[in-house]
């Protein structure tokens, strides 16, 4: 069945350092990817999605790549701020049309320290 | 504002009890789901729905039931609550076909089963 795999965290990186937050996934054909972000207290939001291959999500700052060869969508940021701690969510959908849903990795902590 | 609102953030509950989690959408969303967060496990899929009345099982319906009588709300039901449903539970909505659109997550219930 289709699954997505990130990397285990918690991350821990200083204000300014370069983001990595690596998933993979599995799936049939060519599902959409998206990155979900909770902040602390809150219930998760869509940070950037991508549709098909080789296409290239970006929000505030942060930038991840379809790649259908590696079957990955890694999460990057170049500089990364106290504000951008939070559970980073990497997300397929399974499923088609109107009755898709969203199938979630692990989560990954990030903490950036001032 | 677009708002998926859950009736409650935090419930304790005995072993044994029915519980019911509420969830309302105000967006005219078709499709409700409801998740549960467990940490190293990401989010699991419980159940959603794409319609009134319709229901779909998803990775983990064991032990749980849904409700979906009117569009706008979702309610998880715990037959007889038990030690391992405790979590936080989190509820979201969307358009159909994701692939277009993003689901929209409420603020989650941690739910802790005595």
């Known amino acids: 069945g289709n699954s997505v795999t990130q990397m285990e965290g918690p991350v821990t990186l200083s204000e300014e350092a370069f983001l990595t937050i690596n998933c993979t996934y599995t799936a049939t054909g060519y599902p959409s990817l998206f990155w979900y972000v909770q902040y602390p207290g809150e219930g998760l939001q869509l940070l950037l999605k991508?549709?098909?291959?080789?296409d290239k999500g970006s929000n505030k700052g942060f930038e991840a790549t379809y790649r259908k060869e590696t079957t990955s969508f890694h999460l990057e940021k170049g500089s990364v701020q106290v504000s951008d701690s939070a559970v980073y969510f990497c997300?397929?959908?399974?499923?088609?049309?109107?009755?898709?849903?969203?199938?979630f990795g692990q989560g990954t902590t990030l903490q950036v320290k001032p | 504002d677009v708002k998926v609102t859950q009736s409650s953030r935090y419930l304790v509950k005995r072993t044994g009890e029915k519980v019911f989690l509420e969830c309302v959408q105000d967006?005219?969303?078709?499709?409700m789901f409801w998740y549960r967060q467990d940490p190293g496990l990401g989010l699991r899929l419980i159940y959603f729905?794409?319609?009134?009345?319709?229901?779909e099982k998803g990775d983990i319906p064991e032990g749980y039931s849904v409700s979906r009588e009117k569009k706008e709300r979702f309610s998880l039901i715990l037959e007889s609550a038990s030690t391992n449903q405790t979590s936080m539970y989190l509820c979201?909505?969307?358009?159909?076909?994701?692939?277009?659109?993003?689901?929209?997550f409420g603020q989650g219930t941690r739910l802790t089963v005595v």
């Open positions: 979201a909505s969307s358009q159909p076909n994701l692939r277009n659109t993003e689901a929209f």
């Open positions: 729905s794409y319609d009134v009345k319709m229901k």
């Open positions: 991508a549709t098909k291959a080789d």
């Open positions: 967006m005219d969303h078709e499709n």
């Open positions: 997300a397929l959908i399974s499923g088609s049309g109107n009755t898709g849903k969203l199938i």
